[in-house]
């Protein structure tokens, strides 16, 4: 059986969908998995690596929240999307990213605000 891509209007949600409590829970237990275009990308926007990457997921608070979106591609599962309107580490961000089945934290994408 294939998903189908969900309507765009439905999936759009004003809450996360993860509890940032659980996300720091994470980072501290050490459960993450970066996307490798994720970690090139931050890199190159933010000259970050993982760690500073997970300090700044630390720093985030629930106003700091944008979004939460279903993926574009498979396995569809769902996104929290922050985008914090002020500086984190000295930079302004955009980062999202799911907790899987296997209740790892995996960072889909880490960058300077466009």
Not at 19 to 37: Q, S, T
Not at 83 to 105: A, F, Q, V
């Amino acid at each position: 059986m294939v998903s189908k891509r969900p309507n765009r209007k439905s999936y759009l949600e004003k809450e996360p969908q993860y509890p940032l409590d659980e996300v720091k829970r994470l980072i501290r237990d050490g459960k993450i998995i970066l996307i490798e275009r994720a970690r090139i990308r931050a890199w190159k926007s933010l000259g970050w690596r993982r760690q500073d990457i997970s300090n700044a997921i630390l720093k985030l608070q629930p106003k700091d929240f944008c979004k939460r979106e279903q993926e574009r591609k498979p396995p569809w599962g769902v996104l929290d999307i922050y985008k914090p309107k002020r500086k984190i580490n000295g930079e302004l961000i955009y980062l999202h990213y799911s907790i899987n089945d296997d209740d790892y934290l995996v960072i889909d994408s880490c960058h300077e605000q466009e």
